[in-house]
Nanobody, 114 residues
Framework: VRLVESGGGLVQPGGSLRLSCAAS????????MSWFRQAPGKERELVAG????????DYADSVKGRFTISRDNAKNTVYLQMNSLKPDDTAVYYC????????WGQGTQVTVSS
């Protein structure tokens, strides 16, 4: 199993970023996928998740209405579109297979600052 995130960077408050997570080594379409984040000095927290078949999505209250998770099973990729970014969104963002597996990506840094 391999998960590789990309798309992080520095953005001003109110800006947007799209994170991507390219998956390999398993049948991507059979698994839910999720995004977590970890800010300095804080615990890692669930940001968003998407089911395998139904495409049902879940979001943390702090990102509802601003972030959108999606997946492209043909490309084995899950995305996180982040709009109206705030300084509190600054964190390392991780892709994870399902919600509870031990399979994580290496993380991508998102910094929201003016």
């Amino acid at each position: 199993v391999r998960l590789v995130e990309s798309g992080g960077g520095l953005v001003q408050p109110g800006g947007s970023l799209r994170l991507s997570c390219a998956a390999s080594g398993f049948t991507f379409s059979s698994y839910a996928m999720s995004w977590f984040r970890q800010a300095p000095g804080k615990e890692r927290e669930l940001v968003a998740g998407i089911a395998s078949a139904s495409g049902r999505t879940d979001y943390a209250d702090s990102v509802k209405g601003r972030f959108t998770i999606s997946r492209d099973n043909a490309k084995n990729t899950v995305y996180l579109q982040m709009n109206s970014l705030k300084p509190d969104d600054t964190a390392v963002y991780y892709c994870r297979r399902s919600y509870t597996s031990n399979y994580w990506g290496q993380g991508t840094q998102v910094t929201v600052s003016s």
